[in-house]
């Protein structure tokens, strides 16, 4: 898959918004929240919480953490959250995703549009950008997780549709529908995943100048900042040159 390096760029420096500990656990929290009402609360009867489960665990989330998460949405307690997704363009004419879990459609409509306003974006409608994007699932593997042979095999075995290894590790790309199954099959084949969730993988790339980047990432981090957000993507394409400036 022809530029899928980059793609790891694209996730928005997560490195940024995961070192922030108290803010992912909240987004994981409220994930699981959602996940267990929509469902049943045990994990291995749910798809969408067993992934929500295994991303918190992946990242050291307490196990206290994750049970009184799912104990809220079975005792009624907490907000009633609303999935909504947000789609505008940013700088330079690059694409924009945004997904939200809230219990203010107001407060987080107008947050969002804020940001795009700000930072020389424009917000559109449901669908003006989406189109340019693929709805897949997408897994992450340490390295140790097992050579690049190895996770391909593996990967090929548990029916996924890609699969790119290199120094950081290991991503691999099903359709969304499979994701589940696919997780089952490698976990059992390699090790539980680093992360496991469905993405809105970018069909082309837009080369953005470092003017622009400059205020993408600004954009970037006052979405990912927000506490509604969830996941923000987008299909700019930044050399590691500017990003090393850009620091």
């Known amino acids: 898959m022809a530029g899928h390096s980059k793609f790891k ?13 108290s803010k992912l656990f909240s987004r994981f929290s409220k994930e699981i929240t959602v996940a267990a009402k929509m469902g049943d609360p045990d994990p291995d009867k749910n798809p969408r919480l067993r992934l929500a489960v295994q991303n918190a665990k992946a990242q050291s989330m307490p ?16 907000a009633d959250y609303t999935e909504i997704r947000y789609e505008g363009y940013g700088p330079g004419g690059t694409a924009i995703i945004v997904e939200v879990l809230t219990d203010n459609k107001n407060r987080s409509a107008a947050n969002v549009r804020s940001y795009f306003t700000k930072y020389g974006g424009s917000m559109g409608e449901t669908g003006s950008v989406s189109f340019m994007f693929d709805r897949v699932g997408e897994l992450v593997y340490k390295p140790e997780a097992g050579d690049a042979d190895t996770v391909m095999e593996a990967g090929i075995e548990g029916g996924a549709d890609d699969v790119e290894s290199d120094e950081d590790g290991h991503t691999i790309i099903c359709a969304f529908e499979d994701l589940s199954d696919v997780s089952k099959a490698l976990e059992e084949a390699l090790c539980e995943a680093e992360s496991v969730k469905i993405i809105w993988k970018p069909q082309n790339l837009v080369e953005v100048n470092e003017e622009k980047a400059g205020t993408i990432m600004k954009l970037m981090d006052a979405l990912e900042d ?14 590691e040159e500017i990003m090393a400036k850009l620091g």
């Open 63 to 78: 196990k206290d953490n994750i049970a009184r998460a799912i104990a809220k949405s079975q005792a009624g307690e907490g």
């Open 226 to 239: 927000d506490d509604d957000v969830q996941n923000v993507f987008s299909n700019f394409d930044i050399s």
């Open 9 to 21: 760029n694209i996730m928005h420096r997560k490195g940024r918004q995961d070192a922030v500990r």
